[in-house]
T-cell receptor, first 112, second 110 residues
Framework: DVKVTQSSRYLVKRTGEKVFLECVQDMDHENMFWYRQDPGLGLRLIYFSYDVKMKEKGDIPEGYSVSREKKERFSLILESASTNQTSMYLC???????????FGPGTRLLVL | RKEVEQDPGPFNVPEGATVAFNCTYSNSASQSFFWYRQDCRKEPKLLMSVYSSGNEDGRFTAQLNRASQYISLLIRDSKLSDSATYLCVVTYSGTYKYIFGTGTRLKVLA
């Protein structure tokens, strides 16, 4: 079974803090994704990566950056957290040869 | 208009009922289609892919209508455990990008 893990299930941060969300997958997948999910808006793609050190902006990259130094790990960084970044953050991974994305359990981030 | 649209529901149905959801998509270049299930406060999990000829997995049947640009999910003999949000996903050829609908919430009542 594919396993995607995220570093925290719940996180509370203050406005202006730098926030790191980490995602690790154990299936040697080339592609990894970061989404946020908000009520009424569904899942929206923030960034994705198709290889180590490669990244592409998704639909809502503003206020976020990412890092992929190793194939199994994809980090999402909020340089200066703001209250409108309070959300559920979901990481996913996908093989190059398939079309199915597998999701981690999510991180609920609250920015005060 | 959203690229992928779903009725948010909730659909409240009694146990044993048959229920169907539709999902419409706006881009005719859409290539692959999926239904994901998401339980409250959990991550989405793949329920089934949707093939052009339609496909069935136990009590679940998925259909694709390219001419009218919609996919459907039919659940027969609903169980309490089917209560969840069902997300429609559309992808395009040559891209890794998933386009999600906002989900349809199903409540199966005892």
């Amino acid at each position: 079974d594919v396993k995607v893990t995220q570093s925290s299930r719940y996180l509370v941060k203050r406005t202006g803090e730098k926030v790191f969300l980490e995602c690790v997958q154990d299936m040697d997948h080339e592609n990894m994704f970061w989404y946020r999910q908000d009520p009424g808006l569904g899942l929206r793609l923030i960034y994705f990566s198709y290889d180590v050190k490669m990244k592409e902006k998704g639909d809502i990259p503003e206020g976020y950056s990412v890092s992929r130094e190793k194939k199994e790990r994809f980090s999402l960084i909020l340089e200066s957290a703001s209250t409108n970044q309070t959300s559920m953050y979901l990481c996913a991974s996908m093989s190059q040869n398939a079309a199915t994305q597998y999701f981690g359990p999510g991180t609920r981030l609250l920015v005060l | 208009r959203k690229e992928v649209e779903q009725d948010p529901g909730p659909f409240n149905v009694p146990e044993g009922a048959t229920v169907a959801f539709n999902c419409t998509y706006s881009n005719s270049a859409s290539q692959s289609f999926f239904w994901y299930r998401q339980d409250c406060r959990k991550e989405p999990k793949l329920l089934m892919s949707v093939y052009s000829s339609g496909n069935e997995d136990g009590r679940f049947t998925a259909q694709l209508n390219r001419a009218s640009q919609y996919i459907s999910l039919l659940i027969r003999d609903s169980k309490l455990s089917d209560s969840a949000t069902y997300l429609c996903v559309v992808t395009y050829s040559g891209t890794y990008k998933y386009i999600f609908g906002t989900g349809t919430r199903l409540k199966v009542l005892a």
